[in-house]
């Protein structure tokens, strides 16, 4: 790990420049790709990645430059690059950072059993090979694959007050899917992919199920497509962990991202309906609703020990039995709004510049059993496996779709049904949160794929959650 | 940088040459910018600096097997090689260890191709003179992204392809003070103060329009009109897989029942991959040349995007897909509604300009819904009564671009994507505006 550390922090202290403040955050990626598609692997993807951003403060106007030319001329040049660019736009600046602590905090933080290899590259794709090879032979069933995604990315932030904060991580994104079909509608079942990954080793192939799961994955596509669809109207929810993450993530996340409540996103990923005046006031939620920013958990994907700016991460209640006490919002939000936040001031690589960001987003667990759950739901529906998102740019008015429902009648499970959709309004809807399940149904997700920022930035969050239960809620199928 | 990009990405197709193997081949992939990246909030500068990137994509064909490897290049031509003959032996101990790929399929022409367009950026001052001189009492959010752009693609068989132009894309929306907001962009190769100017003024005028009382609407149909940038949504809704070969073939395209011949789009209705004229490189990421393709013609599905290895699973001929399968340049051919009648012959409806976060409902049935943004006026016998509130619409589009749709416009837009995810899209979209009879809004 950081085997580069010495010569960078040499560079680093060799640097020249005006500035009264200045950083140099140098990210390190290596990403292995690998899926075998109806049993035949697709070709192995790899990519090296290595670059730096140097980030000035002058007259409290801050720049970047961002360079893969890691050179002592690179990063000089870039360094004088942001230098003059915050002069230049120094008149027309919104913001004055004078008044802004810097970090001289020194750490390292590692990803849970960096030290244990993975397996290699032939033995990863014999096992996505057998998974593949397990799903069952039906000509209904038209596309399948099986893949495993493992990145390893080092970090190191430095800057002109002595900090040195170094992370590594190692993150894992296991993902089986099967597609039924018989010519005229399609149904899919996925395990992983896009809802689930964790820092770690091995362990997170095991603890995603994946090995084994295909043939009950296959079996559960077919299903679907015999399966009539969702019917419509209201009906308690039964949202299992792989739903709640997506739940949590597009209207809770989002509209409590402090950059987003002063404006800054209202060109791309939009505004919140939540105001800065609603902290320590607004009812989110019922009682049982309890939400963490929670770096601690060390095989979530976003746990980490400093952000990106240099802030320590540390759990905090935003949403503390329904009432909304403290928004996403890193040191320069902080600054900005007057409100507490988080240490959520993340990027997604050295090419582009951290901004608030979800992390570890959880939902504290109850204390009710699954099967409490459901014998508390006379009329209602389960609805698992997220397959389709879309929430209005204040993140209020949400739809979405799940690729398994099962009906619920007199506190019992029934028949499957597809197609299974649902509807409501943020503002509300956490409102009708009934209960709560406990540590029996927690489960530790995580998600590759949340996209924001001008200029665009993709960063992996986690979500951790029970399943919950939600009284009386919009739900409908689709046309086929 | 050290010398031309161009140059750079020469030197290490020369370098590749000379390490290869009997027996093995190559492509070899460069995508590289240098941006200016300047954020607005309020009309002042909210973020702003500077990126110089630039990667290979080395894929390397042995004995039937085949494997790839990203490295990103650092400006030192000694660096830059030593990463790329890394990548190399990387590969070739990899490649024993796979299976015969059975989908393996390179082009072996010897295709030749480049473009270079080197317009004069503004200097960023001039842009910031002109925000603050134009819209400096306005409340303006949004992204200014300019800077060259390379892309490349080489071939042990002698293929070569170098695609190089400045570009801008200033992306911004002015608020009201009531919350609504009117969106616009003005992008492209050829900077103008002028037109830049005009357009800023023109998004200023219409801001007095979102003064008005707003409209709060009840679910149901309603007429409507959809601009070109509510209409790129949808379309960018169909790149999802829409008319991707594989996609069709596996059940996993919102166009399934059209290609089977199933259903039908309303004879208006005529999309195309029209490569030739756009701003994306003339060749695809998996190395053979881009053609247009006409992909949906008078409502009847035509074509469907095949790449190379698709063409090896399906038995299908390859015509030039990347290995998405996604339109980087959809076209929509135009209609017969002149711009200057819309409200007019809209009467009583919905005027949408923008569509926000769709996805599917029912992705068999090609049934999408999203939501209204920006400037959505509700309007009544061709005048516009005020802006609507948020609204949620969920339909299928064999209604909205089929049984549903009465006019398309005379008049399109090119629609350069504003995307930023890894680095500066070149893909755009040439689309008309639509009037539908009926649209379903749900929440």
Redesign the interface.
Known sequence: MFDSGALLRQRFNALRSKAEVFSLRHVKQSHQALCVRRN??E?????????A?L?VRVDGV??????????QA?LQR?LE??EA??R??AR????DLRGQAVTSARHDHLSPNLDQAVP???DC?GLLASESASVPRDSRL??WLASLDISLVEQTYLNSAGAELRHAHRFLFPGLSV???D????Q?RSLGLSNFGQQGGFEVIHRCGLIGAAPRIADQALQLLLAPNTPSGPRDLLLMPDQMMLQIHESIGHPLEMDRI???E???A??SFVKASDFGHLRYGSDLLNVTFDPTLEQELASYSYDDDGTPASKQFLIRDGLLVRPLGGALSQLRSGLGGVANSRACGW???P?DRMANLNLEPGDRTLQQLIEGIEHGILMSNNR???????R??F?F?CEWGQVIEDGELKGIVK?P?Y?G?SAQFWRNLMAVGDHSTFEVLGTPNC?KG?????VRVGHASPACVFRQIDVF???? | MSDTPRHRFEALVSALHAALLPGEQFTLGFSAEQSQFVRFNHAKVRQAGTVAQASAQLRLVREGRQAQQQVTLSDDAQLDRQRLDDALQQLRQTLPLLALDPYLSLNESAWHTHSQQQHPLPELDEVLALVEGEAGDLDLVGIYAAGPICRGFASSFGAFGWHQANSFNFDWSLFHANGQAVKANYAGQAWNAVDFTARLRQAREQLGFLGLAAITLKPGSYRAYLAPAAMDEIAGMLCWGGFSAQALATGNSALQRLYNGDATLSPQVSFAEQVSGSLSPAFSDEGSPRLDVSLIDHGQAHERLISARSAAEFALQSNGADRYESPCALSLAAGNLPNAEILERLGTGLYISNLWYLNYSDLPAARMTGLTRFATFWVENGQIQGPVSTMRFDDSLYNLLGSELEALTQEREMILSTSTYGQRSTGSSHLPGALVKGLTLTL
């Not at chain 1, 070709?43 to 670059?51: H, I, L, M, V």
């Not at chain 1, 199928?477 to 086929?480: K, L, S, V, W």
């Open positions: 035949v692997a070709p192995p993807s790899f990519s090296q990645d290595e670059g951003m980030t801050e720049a970047y430059a961002a360079t893969a030319d890691l050179s690179g870039a690059q942001a660019l915050a230049q736009i027309h600046s919104l913001l290699g590259i032939a794709l038209v596309d597609t039924a079909s010519g005229k509608d399609s899919s002063l404006g800054d209202r060109n791309y939009g505004t090419n582009r510049a901004i389709s998102w879309s929430i209005d740019d204040a209020n008015k739809q779709g197609n959709n509807r309004i996209g001008e200029p665009n930035q993709v199928g689709g046309d086929a």
